[in-house]
């Protein structure tokens, strides 16, 4: 895929990457969920419960993290599923987590805490949660193994991480289609929803630097998930992942 003019190299020194991050996220909160419906033709909510149903089942104490949790959608999911364990909600975004606050957790609320955290350095203590769930946040952590080891440490003996992320189809035509297509949507919505025809490039800024969801299997292999499984969703631009603590 040609690159479009104003489509960036994503950052790889960390701090350039934060900033970018935030300066993207205050931007888009008050229509991020909007936006990852259009984007998802409708999907995102339904791939969203698909990751909460394979929570593992609850245990005495037993705790769940939401990283990236962004708006709350995750946390807010797990509730309709009548989960009732204390839920730690992190993200560096503090636009991001108004939005969550403010929409209402629903039944349950008192127990979910909003914690400012960042992906590079995360501060949860070992052995401290059943699960961990990430939605969208996996291309942000400027050492992806690093992280994954992190998540992987923050896990009960038995513990699952969940994550729901863009991917990169393994067919090399339908991965141009694929980004074609976000960005020529990225421009439409942006330019519908900001008045900036490029403000959700970053998604496919971010995918060219990704290692895709193959790469992404070995690093939960050798983060030392005992259980590693990638779930390609329409065609792989979309992906389930889950790794298992032994």
């Not at 593992?56 to 990236?68: F, M």
């Not at 290692?211 to 939960?220: E, I, K, S, T, V």
């Amino acid at each position: 895929m040609t690159p479009a003019p104003g489509l960036r190299a994503w950052p790889t020194d960390g701090t350039e990457r934060r900033a970018y991050a935030d300066a993207i996220f205050r931007r888009v909160a008050p229509r991020y969920d909007l936006l990852t419906r259009l984007l998802s033709f409708g999907s995102d909510r339904k791939w969203k419960e698909e990751l909460v149903a394979l929570l593992p089942p609850p245990r005495e104490g037993g705790r769940i993290l939401d990283l990236a949790t962004g708006t709350g959608e995750l946390p807010i999911l797990v509730r309709r599923a009548g989960r009732t364990e204390p839920i730690v909600a992190l993200d560096r975004n503090r636009e991001m987590l108004e939005r969550a606050r403010a929409k209402g957790i629903g039944p349950g609320s008192e127990g979910v805490s909003f914690v400012v955290g960042d992906l590079n350095s995360l501060p949860v203590a070992e052995n401290a949660f059943d699960a961990v769930l990430m939605g969208y946040g996996l291309r942000y952590p400027v050492d992806l193994p690093a992280t994954l080891a992190a998540i992987r440490r923050s896990l009960r003996p038995g513990g699952t991480f969940l994550s729901l992320d863009f991917g990169l189809p393994d067919n090399p035509w339908y991965r141009r289609l694929c980004l074609g297509y976000l960005l020529a949507a990225g421009t439409v919505w942006g330019a519908l929803l900001q008045a900036r025809p490029g403000a959700d490039w970053h998604i496919v800024e971010s995918l060219r630097a990704y290692p895709g969801q193959r790469a992404l299997l070995r690093m939960l292999e050798e983060a030392g998930f005992a259980r590693a499984i990638v779930a390609d969703r329409l065609g792989g631009i979309a992906v389930i992942a889950i790794g298992e603590r032994g």
